[in-house]
């Protein structure tokens, strides 16, 4: 009698601990699943940006001054030279 509840007891260990190896596999490979979405996101995000468009100030050929703008956006003057 007691080598069968010694049995029981060792078969139940063993399927409790694969049961929890499966469980920990699962949650492992869906935290693998979110990080990969995310990355593919954040990669396909900042393809679809737009590009920066550098500033360059028009060079003009007779060198003459141009008038400067002035202009209050409602957060300030700017002055553009």
């Known amino acids: 009698m007691q080598s069968i ?3 029981l007891l060792t078969i139940a ?11 920990t596999a699962s949650l492992g490979l869906a935290l693998v699943g979110i990080v990969s979405v995310v ?6 995000a900042a393809r679809l940006a737009p590009k920066p468009v550098r500033a360059t100030a028009g060079r003009n050929s007779t060198r003459q001054q141009r008038e400067p703008r002035i202009w209050n956006d409602g957060r300030g003057t700017i002055i553009d030279l």
Request: overall charge positive.
């Open 5 to 7: 509840r010694s049995l």
């Open 13 to 23: 260990g063993i399927a409790f601990t694969l049961m929890a190896f499966v469980f």
């Open 39 to 44: 990355m593919i996101g954040t990669t396909i």
